[in-house]
């Protein structure tokens, strides 16, 4: 039997992972900003309808960036906006200046023995997913790491696909990924605090 094959690769899962130098005083800020709403504000991450296991996460209800502080602001116009155009660009093929899109954003610390279950962000609306890296405490793999599930579940049960990709943080870092990719972070064990600030781009809709 004579035929043509070819396998076509149809919609790849696109992360942009950017790694940024010299943030050393952002970064400190930053973590002071943190650890003030861990000292002083409700803890989100005790809901059991949270995926946060252990640690603090600041209020579901609240966008942490847009609070008028200083190291937030320089944080969204420098790192966050900035990588958020690329992948609007260059994976949604949407135009950035003509795309009405707004961050929706919570931060996160964990400490020993906490970690976060599997989760995607299914909201309606959700374009982007993201999370940037504030300081994460040296570690050997998988510790802290955040780990991806392949979408592709049968291809791991009956076959030999890997079922998910270890990625690996570090201070400084931002990724971004699609809302419907299912992840999870691996328990901390080092006593240094793990400060993120996750965030979904949201296209904005009346
Ligand atoms: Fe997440």
Redesign the pocket.
């Given at each position: 039997m004579q035929f043509d094959q070819t396998f076509e690769q149809h919609f790849p899962t696109h992360v942009l992972v950017r790694q940024h130098r010299g943030i050393e005083a952002l970064t400190a800020s930053l973590v002071a900003v943190i650890e003030a709403a861990r000292e002083n504000e409700d803890n989100a991450a005790l809901s059991t309808e949270n995926?946060t296991q252990g640690g603090f996460q600041t209020g579901g209800g609240q966008d942490f960036l847009e609070r008028n502080e200083p190291p937030l602001r320089a944080l969204k116009s420098q790192i966050i906006w900035p990588a958020v155009e690329t992948y609007l660009e260059q994976v949604l093929d949407c135009n950035p200046l003509l795309t009405p899109v707004s961050l929706v954003s919570w931060a996160v610390s964990l400490g020993p023995g906490d970690w976060?279950a599997p989760?995607?962000?299914p909201k309606e609306y959700t374009l982007i997913?993201g999370?940037y890296y504030v300081s994460v405490p040296e570690a050997t793999e998988p510790e802290g790491c955040l780990e991806f599930v392949n979408p592709n579940l049968n291809a791991v049960s009956m076959g030999n696909q890997p079922s998910s990709r270890l990625h690996r943080p570090q201070t400084g870092q931002i990724i971004l990924f699609p809302p419907y990719y299912m992840?999870f972070v691996h328990p901390l064990k080092a006593r240094v605090s793990r400060h993120v600030i996750?965030f979904d781009v949201r296209l904005q809709h009346k």
């Open positions: 995926t976060q989760h995607f962000h997913s999370v992840h996750a």
